[in-house]
């Protein structure tokens, strides 16, 4: 790799890790390529992205952002989950290292706070944007129902009530 591209893939890192809303760091030795295959299709099916990176140009840009917290676990073959959602990158990622022992997830970045494995892992268990969208539409749209039930329980009664007295004349 020459200059040119190593300078391209730290500017690329740099925007990575500062216009993510959460960046995920683990190990990946030892998976084979459907596994990695498996894993990227994972990622892009969360609107997520699954990376491996090179140590020293992770580190440079990781510095450039000023988050060099975390400059511990990019040691050993790493790679990096990103997304814009916090919460889609460490969801896949989670999901992922339960079913595959070799994928080892070692932290992460959110926003300039760094996170160990633990915290990745509660991150992951949160509700994502759209879930919490949806709750809140469904929060909003409940009271309304409400209202629209006791506006139209009376005039049901009364309907109920006219219906029966109509009844009782049509008999007699």
Known sequence: MDRAQKAAQIEQLEEVFGTSGS??????TGMTVAQMTKLRRD???AGATFKVAKNNLALRALSAKGADDVSHLFKG?????????????????????KTNDKFVILGGVFGKQALNADAVKALAELPSLDELRAKIVGLLQAPAQRVASVVAA?????ARVVAAYARKEEAA
């Open 23 to 28: 960046v995920v760091v683990a190990h990946y």
């Open 43 to 45: 990622m892009n099916a």
């Open 77 to 97: 073959p790493t790679g990096i989950a990103y997304a814009n959602d916090p919460v889609a990158a460490p969801k896949v990622a989670s999901a992922f290292a």
């Open 154 to 158: 009376p005039a049901g009664q009364l």
